[in-house]
């Protein structure tokens, strides 16, 4: 890792924007800002940035991986339905030169089979699931510990 990949990405995909008004039960009631905090709190105390964003729109999460795939020490993503649905943002993620963690608030096993699957994980390097708001934090220090492992290599 070069001195200038100090960013660590957390992208989020559709519906995370009402996250502390969708299905709370499911989702917690954390907020997106919330979370937003959180994870900028975690990286600043392990000497990262944030580069944390959030789109409804598949393309325009694809788009944001190409931009981040190079620069970013690793990425830390949330891609909600698109997990399960979408090979294109499983391709985008297979190119990111550092470490890739998924994050889900709930745990997918747990719910209906079809969100079983996710096509993020097989390009993981880690999976955080059932953690809440609180996985995030997790997927934030282990992109951390794994980007500092690559530097050290």
Do not use: W
């Amino acid at each position: 890792m070069n001195a200038s990949r100090t960013v660590i990405a957390v992208l989020n995909g559709p519906n995370l924007n009402l996250l502390g008004e969708r299905d709370p039960e499911v989702y917690g009631t954390a907020t997106l800002t919330e979370i937003e905090k959180l994870c900028l709190e975690t990286a600043d105390r392990l000497g990262f940035d944030v580069d944390f964003r959030q789109t409804n729109h598949e393309g325009v999460l694809i788009d944001a991986i190409h931009e981040v795939r190079r620069t970013a020490a690793g990425v830390v993503i949330n891609a909600a339905a698109l997990s399960h649905t979408s090979v294109s943002v499983r391709d985008a993620l297979a190119v990111v030169d550092g470490p890739v963690v998924e994050v889900h608030l709930s745990n997918i096993h747990r719910r209906e089979a079809f969100r079983h699957h996710s096509f993020v994980a097989e390009v993981a390097d880690g999976i955080v699931t059932g953690c809440g708001a609180r996985g995030y934090a997790m997927a934030v220090e282990h992109v951390a510990h794994l980007a500092a492992e690559e530097a050290t290599a």
